[in-house]
């Protein structure tokens, strides 16, 4: 087993590795659209010092784990900053003893980082690592929000309600040291 930084090569076996840990909610051609849109198309994702996120590679040549890292600007405490967003946190039980590692990568990037939709088990990892959580009380209480609001909605609405997937909203945040 391996973990490597995710590339472009990499989408097609992974696209098939999301559609399995997502039980099909999210299909393979879903994944294939939505990685540009990630990186090659996201003007914040700067050159080759950016990463897609990692991939585990099993004995077998398949995707075994991933961690995304997007970059996507916020309003926060007054001012612009680009944040490392972590997504799709999907590990196969036999290649686990990676897990933290491709975490630990995420964790290494330098800018301000945020995990968006994180379930309670990644949540606690988060909190743990540093992460401060702002529940429900993010948006008032932090000024913190997506610059192109009205983009991140609709993304939410289609996420939500696309699927019938209902799931609590909850963000954690680290800020640059």
Known sequence: MQVCALTKDHYEELSVFLEGQTQGIIPKDVWMDRFPYFWEHN???????????WVIIDDKGRAGGFFGSIPMPYYYKGQEQIFDVASSWYVE??????????????????????????SP??????KKAGFESFEAEWFGKNYFFPIN???FS??????????RTMFAFS?????LL
Do not use: Y
Request: proline share 7%; net charge positive; aromatic share 14%.
């Open 149 to 151: 609001s009205w983009e």
């Open 43 to 53: 003007p914040f994702f700067r050159d080759r010092s950016d990463q897609r996120g």
């Open 93 to 118: 039980p036999s290649c686990m003893r990676h897990s933290l590692a491709i975490f630990r990568r995420f964790l290494k990037q330098g800018r301000a980082q945020i995990c968006t939709t994180p």
């Open 121 to 126: 088990d990644v949540a606690f990892i988060f």
């Open 171 to 175: 963000v954690c945040i680290m800020p």
């Open 154 to 163: 609709s993304f939410l609405r289609q996420r939500l309600f696309k699927n």
